[in-house]
């Protein structure tokens, strides 16, 4: 079950002094965003939706790690939407059940089915996709009772998103790491906000397990990719550029926005 494939001969080349570095830094930030925005609370019962990449993979050994430390008692539920994009996903299934003692909840989909037939091929589906998937995890929380559905977003993923919401809708906007959904029924939270991409990759190269394959055969998702890009280039002058993009966010002056008067 060990990889021994490239990202897992990277793992390897993280000495145990760096892996405790490592491991302590991403569990401070992923606790001090979990309480900042009061995700988790005594009795919760939070879906972890894992989709068997590294993010996910990561979220979920995190909130594992946590829950066996924290002072109050709650209860995951991994769940995997099964689809046809994602290849190989036992393997994940393994790991989970022998390192962590979790088995992962498979529920059977038409995700891939759906996205083929009504997308645009002018456009990305990732956005029909990820509707289509929320559905399925908003359906199961009140299906069991879910307190909340825990995502593996990122702070990269939160700035990516603000900047293609203020460069193609015109609207002010990103991922809040603790949100109710529009029919206020299901709470979604990600306990990852704090964490960089950089630190998320560092730390998965010390779990020795590999992620899925991807094989979404419509996916185009060259804007957010752009962006990237662009993020990269302004960090070579700015180099905490995200992590102020990251406060802003909640830092907002508000009488200096741009608001006509009704």
């Not at 019962?45 to 979920?60: E, H, T």
């Not at 879910?146 to 193609?168: K, P, V």
């Amino acid at each position: 079950m060990l990889a021994n494939t490239n990202a897992y001969d990277m793992g390897s080349k993280v000495n145990a002094h760096s892996k405790r570095y490592i491991e302590r830094k991403i569990r401070k930030k992923v606790g001090t965003a979990i309480d900042d925005y009061k995700m988790i609370s005594e009795g919760d019962k939070v879906i972890v939706a894992v989709s068997g990449g590294k993010d996910s993979i990561v979220l979920l050994k995190m909130l594992h790690d946590m829950r066996t430390s924290a002072p109050i008692d709650f209860e995951l539920i991994p769940v995997y939407l099964e689809t046809e994009f994602v290849k190989n996903f036992d393997h994940i299934a393994e790991w989970s059940k022998e390192t962590l003692g979790m088995d992962i909840m498979k529920i059977p989909t038409h995700i891939s089915a759906i996205v083929q037939e009504v997308s645009d091929p002018e456009k990305s589906p990732c956005a029909i996709c990820s509707r289509l998937r929320r559905g399925h995890l908003y359906s199961l929380a009140q299906e069991i009772g879910a307190s909340s559905i825990a995502l593996g977003h990122h702070m990269d993923d939160i700035i990516e998103t603000f900047l293609l919401r203020t460069f193609y809708t015109g609207q002010i906007g990103a991922m809040s790491p603790s949100r109710i959904s529009n029919d206020g029924k299901n709470r979604v939270i990600r306990p990852l906000a704090y964490c960089s991409k950089e630190l998320i990759t560092q730390y998965f190269a010390t779990l020795e397990i590999e992620p899925v394959i991807q094989e979404c055969p419509i996916r185009k998702d060259g804007k957010r990719e752009m962006v990237r890009k662009y993020l990269s280039m302004v960090e070579r002058d700015i180099p905490k550029v995200k992590n102020s993009i990251f406060a802003s966010l909640g830092n907002i002056d508000l009488k200096s926005m741009c608001k006509r008067r009704n």
